[in-house]
């Protein structure tokens, strides 16, 4: 049997170069109090970015690439975004082949657009080749056809293989988010065996990155997982078997990212296996890919309830305005249905114009209201949090918290109209209207998510102009009609 001591590749810490003089791996421990900046974001500041455009302009190549060799491929990333169309498509010129490929993956929208554009194929099939399977589908399905195709025939067989069957799965599910590239060991194998076959891999035949080991059967089916840390802990006399987790999580190819990263989050994973049609083992799920989906996905619901895309701040002037005019033309027509509610009542509030004060009042609030309920049900349908089994216990509750929220206000603006315009009979309308209207506010912000969500229709995109449209129309129409009924 091989010992530590018999295997000079092993590090261990006496070994380890951690010395003062040699420690060149980050700051000191004081730098935080050297340096006033230390911790912030340098290289988006004003100067440094100042700097590269100076360079574009110049079309300075030393100098640009001078400034960008450092720099992380995130930050890479950021400055691009950054930077004007224009501004970056002369960037990606000038430094692109000097940079590490990784940043083409951070890219999104509109910058990986407009960068895309510039630089030839053989440099992107040069950065396909060098990243992992996830990463090189999520340049590639970004392309246009011919560029993918002038890519894919630029790669070897087996790559183009990999990355054609990876597009071939459905956007935004696991295939496209799992690499192909992992580590898979049968369960009658010894620790030590294990041990030796992983160091035995070529750099080519591992993934860059991986935390457990997946366990599969002879017909390549998962069985179990064993974390790197049992390995490094184990003896290696000791079988496969009993160390491993029987109960893997596993992924289909076809499961929605969303469904994936929620799985992640709600059994805490730090990888999961993708198997096909037939259970067969395909590729794995890094959790590096599921935190940057679960970000992607949060970003896109809070900025649908709003009309507006997560491109808005890279795309151009017309097609913001396009898109954006398309979501208030729909808000627009709303609101013209809630002007007709208070045109039936017309000659009510002619005949007394404190009617015309007040009714703003009944409305905002509701809107108010059911915008909570909406946001409360849009984040529990997309956690699973609200389904089928608790609804009717969730739509009671938020119908109990809204009575109570109504009651509570219509005695306050009871109050306040009493006051202000010394009507009792005034008054008793504006509070019961409150009451109404906080009620439905209450059911609406919970029954539209679910009843879009029930037909297929994403309640964050859509659920914001029915709730505002309902709130609208009962407030004006129970305020405006009690007041028709009882005081004109």
């Given at each position: 049997m091989t010992t530590p001591e018999d295997r000079d590749d092993l590090t261990t810490p006496d070994r380890a170069s951690n010395t003062p003089e040699d420690n060149t791996q980050g700051p000191s421990p004081d730098a935080g109090q050297q340096d006033p900046n230390y911790g912030m974001d340098i290289h988006l500041q004003p100067d440094f970015v100042r700097a590269i455009v100076d360079a574009i302009h110049a079309d300075d190549t030393d100098t640009a690439r001078a400034l960008v060799a450092d720099l992380h491929v995130a930050d890479i990333a950021d400055l691009f975004?950054?930077?004007?169309?224009?501004?970056?498509?002369?960037?990606?010129?000038?430094?692109?082949?000097?940079?590490?490929?990784?940043?083409?993956?951070?890219?999104?929208?509109a910058a990986f657009d407009d960068v895309v554009k510039v630089i030839s194929p053989s440099i992107i099939a040069d950065a396909v080749k060098q990243l992992d399977t996830d990463d090189a589908v999520y340049i590639l399905e970004d392309l246009n056809a011919e560029s993918q195709q002038e890519v894919?025939?630029?790669?070897?067989?087996?790559?183009?293989?990999?990355?054609?069957?990876?597009?071939?799965?459905?956007?935004?599910?696991?295939?496209?988010?799992?690499?192909?590239?992992?580590?898979?060991?049968?369960?009658?194998?010894?620790?030590?065996?294990?041990?030796?076959?992983?160091?035995?891999?070529?750099?080519?035949?591992?993934?860059?990155?991986?935390y457990e080991l997946i366990v599969v059967d002879p017909a390549y089916r998962p069985i179990g997982t064993v974390p790197l840390s049992r390995v490094l802990s184990?003896?290696?006399?000791?079988?496969?078997?009993?160390?491993?987790?029987?109960?893997?999580?596993?992924?289909?190819?076809?499961?929605?990212?969303?469904?994936?990263?929620?799985?992640?989050?709600?059994?805490?994973?730090?990888?999961?296996?993708?198997?096909?049609?037939y259970g067969r083992l395909v590729g794995v799920i890094?959790?590096?890919?599921?935190?940057?989906?679960?970000?992607?996905?949060?970003?896109?619901?809070?900025?649908a309830l709003a009309g507006v895309s997560e491109g808005d701040v890279n795309v151009s002037i017309r097609d913001v305005s396009r898109t954006r005019f398309i979501w208030l033309f729909v808000n627009m027509g709303t609101a013209?249905?809630?002007?007709?509610?208070?045109?039936?009542?017309?000659?009510?509030?002619?005949?007394?114009?404190?009617?015309?004060?007040?009714?703003?009042?009944?409305?905002?609030?509701?809107?108010?209201?059911?915008?909570?309920?909406?946001?409360?049900?849009v984040?529990?349908?997309?956690?699973?949090?609200?389904?089928?089994?608790?609804?009717?216990?969730?739509?009671n509750k938020e119908l109990i918290v809204a009575l109570i929220n109504g009651v509570g206000l219509a005695i306050v603006v009871g109050i306040v109209g009493m006051i202000w315009f010394g009507d009792i009979l005034l008054s008793l309308v504006l509070a019961t209207a409150m009451i109404i209207n906080m009620v439905v506010a209450g059911l609406s912000g919970i029954m539209v998510p679910m009843i879009l969500d029930r037909f297929g229709v994403d309640p964050a995109v859509a659920?914001?102009?029915?709730?505002?449209?309902?709130?609208?129309?009962?407030?004006?129409?129970?305020?405006?009609?009690?007041?028709?009924l009882v005081l004109v």
């Open positions: 975004e950054v930077l004007s169309s224009e501004e970056r498509r002369s960037l990606a010129r000038l430094v692109a082949d000097a940079l590490d490929p990784n940043f083409l993956s951070e890219l999104e929208g894919l025939h630029a790669l070897t067989r087996e790559d183009r293989t990999a990355l054609e069957e990876g597009l071939a799965f459905p956007e935004d599910s696991a295939g496209r988010l799992m690499q192909r590239h992992l580590v898979a060991v049968p369960e009658f194998w010894s620790i030590g065996q294990t041990i030796d076959f992983l160091r035995a891999q070529e750099d080519d035949q591992s993934p860059n990155d991986f184990c003896k290696r006399p000791m079988r496969i078997k009993d160390v491993m987790n029987p109960d893997p999580h596993i992924m289909h190819v076809t499961t929605d990212q969303e469904e994936v990263a929620r799985q992640f989050a709600k059994y805490h994973l730090i990888s999961a296996g993708v198997v096909n049609d890094t959790v590096d890919d599921i935190v940057g989906v679960i970000e992607d996905e949060a970003q896109e619901d809070i900025l013209v249905l809630a002007s007709l509610v208070i045109g039936l009542f017309d000659a009510t509030l002619e005949a007394m114009v404190a009617l015309a004060v007040l009714m703003p009042i009944v409305a905002s609030m509701g809107g108010n209201a059911g915008t909570q309920t909406m946001a409360v049900a984040r529990a349908l997309a956690t699973k949090e609200l389904s089928p089994a608790n609804a009717m216990r969730i739509v659920s914001s102009v029915f709730v505002t449209t309902i709130t609208d129309v009962v407030g004006f129409f129970a305020f405006l009609g009690l007041a028709a």
